[in-house]
């Protein structure tokens, strides 16, 4: 686990958003961020117990020294403050908050503003899965010692026309997210990310510029608000975390093919 070093003494909070609607595999039994992906063995009890989609997140935040989480839910996904409590089985504490406007993950995220405004974050989607435990401690490092508003971490993808890729020039300096588009060059896209309050702010101060009656008939995307940053001056770079795709479970092939890959036991 890492702490923040010398230069940078803002407390690292994680940040979770969790008010999707899984539209792509509903009907689900509950939550997507809740569906059992593995089994894992207590270290004290020795029992077998599930383990959902986004305790491989949390627990990577952990890495990372994360000891608070805010996850931001959508009316009716009660089954996760029950699921997950106040995160002492995780040696953590959580905090849930609902989702004001459901215009996109910019907006779901915004909703932690007043608590994360002058924090250290760290973000990842509660529904793709990847091995890397360091893939955070990666990220907060790399900002630290470039000091950079914003690093998005990368992941080798396996199908290029269907994911954000990030074009980057040899410093790792970001200069575009190119979203699902025409055969290209590029290959990675990213999934995982870590940013200073100078991002949180920028976040905060443009969601005010939108109109938010053009997102009743498409969403906003934290994509759309990192080429925002880019352009608006904002220093964006980017970091390899793993050299694996990552399992985006919100599909019923990505679905599949996590309970594949990571079905396994596990001691905790």
């Known amino acids: 686990m890492i702490t ?66 805010y996850i931001i839910l959508r009316k009716g996904k009660w089954d996760i403050p029950s699921y997950l409590g106040d995160g002492s089985q995780f040696g953590m504490h959580f905090a849930y908050l609902m989702m004001r406007l459901p215009f996109g993950v910019p907006y779901t995220l915004d909703q932690a503003y007043p608590f994360v405004k002058d924090k250290t974050v760290v973000f990842g989607f509660p529904d793709i899965l990847f091995e890397c ?35 980057f020039d040899k410093k790792r300096r970001v200069s575009k997210i190119v979203k ?20 949180t702010n920028y976040l905060h101060e443009k969601l005010k510029d939108f109109d938010t009656s053009a997102f009743i008939e498409k969403e906003l995307f934290i994509s759309d608000i990192v080429n925002f940053a880019i352009e608006d001056g904002l220093q964006v770079e980017a970091v390899q975390v793993s050299g694996k795709p990552f399992i985006d479970i919100g599909t019923p092939e990505g679905l599949a093919g996590a309970r594949g890959r990571f079905m396994s036991f596990s001691n905790r």
Request: proline share 8%; glycine share 4%; charged share 30%.
């Open 180 to 199: 699902k588009t025409k055969p290209t060059r590029l290959r990675y896209t990213w999934g995982v990310a870590a940013w200073t309050p100078v991002f």
């Open 133 to 167: 435990n360091k893939a955070f401690p990666i990220l907060v490092k790399k900002m630290q010692s470039r000091n950079c508003d914003i690093v998005l971490g990368l992941f080798f993808s396996d199908q290029p026309e269907k994911a954000d890729l990030v074009a």
């Open 4 to 69: 923040p070093n010398e230069k940078d003494s803002r407390e690292i909070i994680g940040l979770i958003p969790a008010a999707g609607e899984a539209k792509r595999i509903a009907p689900l039994p509950c939550s997507k961020e809740l569906y059992p992906i593995s089994f894992e063995v207590e270290t004290e009890s020795k029992l077998q117990r599930p383990k959902s989609a986004c305790e491989y997140l949390i627990e990577k935040m952990k890495h990372a020294g994360v000891s608070k989480v």
